[in-house]
């Protein structure tokens, strides 16, 4: 699947030049994720669509975001039983789907939907502005962990379904743009770089490195740790 700005979405088969199918969005495609027969895209004016792969490349669910700013990235959970959207504005929502429910009208398990605030700087004395940062990428990692990524350089893991904090990794210099984790849940990757969330004048190389790296997932990271403080964990 490919979704660009011109506001198509196209289905291939890799043995074809030509797509297969071709969905109408009606708005540029920001981010999307798949997994199992569960999709997921998001486009402008916050629109999301969610697909049913085993019954079709048309979407079986199209609503407007929860979150009130942009969305920047998605992640669709280990369990395909629903999605995680990350926006511009440092909030993450947790949105539940049932694919298997009678109807499309109540796929969406609202009384378990949720959202909260993370990726921020709060400030340390009265009077100082909170810096918001964009949630650039999420990974759906294995039950109910996933990991987000923020412009802040804050790579942070998490349980949904006790919805607390399970630790984070020393704060990157430049922005995490985006986080893949291997098919066998061993390694954990994620880039590094400028996100542009400051305009082309700050794009410098030496103030914002570019960097690739590879985490070696342990038990530590997927246990809650005995104290709320975030916990530093070796890359």
């Excluded at 004016?45 to 979150?67: C, Y």
């Excluded at 694919?99 to 796929?107: F, K, N």
């Excluded at 993370?118 to 996933?146: L, M």
């Excluded at 530590?220 to 916990?231: H, I, M």
Aim: glycine share 8%; proline share 6%; aromatic share 10%.
């Amino acid at each position: 699947m490919t979704g660009g700005w011109d506001g198509a979405l196209k289905w291939w088969d890799g043995r074809a030049a030509q797509p297969i199918q071709v969905v109408d969005m009606k708005a540029p495609a920001h981010c999307a994720s798949f997994r199992d027969k569960m999709g997921v895209v998001c486009t402008t004016n916050r629109r999301i669509m969610v697909f049913d792969l085993s019954k079709g490349a048309d979407p079986l669910l199209e609503f407007e975001s929860p979150l009130k700013y942009a969305t920047r990235s998605v992640s669709v959970f280990a369990k395909a039983d629903g999605f995680a959207l990350g926006s511009i504005e440092g909030r993450i929502q947790i949105h539940y789907i049932n694919l298997d429910a009678s109807s499309a009208s109540t796929a969406q398990v609202l009384n378990k939907c949720f959202s909260y605030k993370y990726h921020r700087d709060t400030p340390r004395h009265s009077g100082q502005p909170t810096i918001v940062h964009s949630i650039n990428a999420i990974a759906g990692f294995q039950d109910d962990i996933f990991i987000t990524a923020g412009s802040e350089g804050l790579v942070t893991w998490w349980n949904k379904n006790t919805r607390v904090k399970l630790g984070e990794f020393n704060r990157h210099p430049s922005p995490i743009t985006s986080l893949a984790v291997s098919p066998d849940g061993n390694l954990l990757a994620y880039a590094a770089g400028y996100d542009w969330h400051k305009g082309i004048e700050f794009n410098d190389p030496k103030t914002y490195p570019p960097a690739l790296l590879v985490h070696a997932v342990t038990d530590v990271d997927l246990k809650e740790k005995p104290t709320t403080k975030p916990s530093a964990v070796r890359r």
